[in-house]
């Protein structure tokens, strides 16, 4: 997880602005963001520590 949020952070602008726990507890799922380029990446971590970005895109806009 720490070598994917270290690209992500560094070679695409992106940082965490949201994370949840499966309800039964076996993934996190992380949302990274750009605020300058507005793209993003889902970032899902198993119970053994293996992440996988699971998908990502080019716009990002808040709902709230």
Do not use: H, P, R
């Amino acid at each position: 997880k720490d070598v994917f949020k270290k690209f992500l952070e560094q070679n695409q602008d992106e940082k965490l602005i949201w994370y949840g726990i499966a309800e039964d507890g076996s993934k996190l799922t992380e949302l990274y963001e750009s605020t300058k380029t507005k793209k993003w990446t889902i970032l899902e971590t198993d119970t053994n520590g293996i992440s996988c970005a699971t998908i990502g895109g080019n716009l990002s806009t808040f709902l709230k």
